[in-house]
């Protein structure tokens, strides 16, 4: 992973040989509470689903992205936010379910949604990529037929860009200013069909 400024990115990751890594309700609001804690100072979430056994977090990265000088390595910021949370959340996981050995596969990925180079092959533009990727992480709950409505899924930012929660782990403005949400028409274009040719070949 290595997260440059002014840039969007998809960011995800799921348990090793995509074993259930959130059990219970507890796990997945200790790995959200963990996220605000270390994500917050760093970037910006402009969506995010927690799912049984993988997570998906679209970011915004500003000039809070500055290199860290870990050991005899340097790093960004925002690398080193997800390094401590997924360390942060297997120490307390292990613990809690008497687990040993990884808990995540071991890389990350971190797809750079607004680069223009993404686009140069493409009849896409980066505002298809953004778009798309903002409603599929949404849809996670309801393609895995965890729910039959996307309202029900309690651990994505659905709910808080529904106005049925009132959420701020995410920046609702920041995710108007791109253009990803409009409140008149949030919920409808929630449950449009997505290009699933899009997801596989460029955002993931």
């Not at 409009?182 to 290009?195: G, T």
Request: with cysteine.
């Amino acid at each position: 992973m290595k997260f440059m400024p002014q840039n969007i990115y998809h960011v995800y990751n799921q348990g090793n040989n995509k074993e259930t890594i959130f059990h219970q309700r507890s796990d997945y609001l200790t790995f959200l509470s963990l996220t605000r804690t270390l994500f917050a100072p760093v970037c910006d979430i402009l969506s995010y689903c927690i799912m049984p056994n993988h997570f998906h977090f679209m970011i915004y990265s500003d000039d809070r992205c500055i290199p860290l000088q870990q050991g005899g390595i340097t790093i960004d910021s925002i690398t080193n936010a997800v390094r401590k949370l997924l360390s942060g959340y297997a120490r307390i996981y292990n613990k809690k379910y008497n687990h040993s050995g990884s808990v995540f596969r071991q890389k990350t990925k971190a797809k750079c949604l607004s680069d223009s180079e993404i686009t140069v092959s493409s009849a896409h533009s980066v505002k298809d990529y953004l778009y798309t990727c903002f409603h599929y992480i949404h849809q996670n709950p309801l393609k895995a037929s965890l729910v039959t409505k996307l309202e029900d899924w309690e651990f994505s930012s659905f709910k808080d860009y529904a106005n049925i929660r009132d959420g701020n782990l995410m920046n609702k403005k920041l995710a108007e200013e791109f253009s990803l949400y409009d409140a008149a028409r949030f919920i409808d274009e929630s449950y449009l069909a997505i290009n699933e040719d899009l997801i596989k070949n460029v955002l993931l």
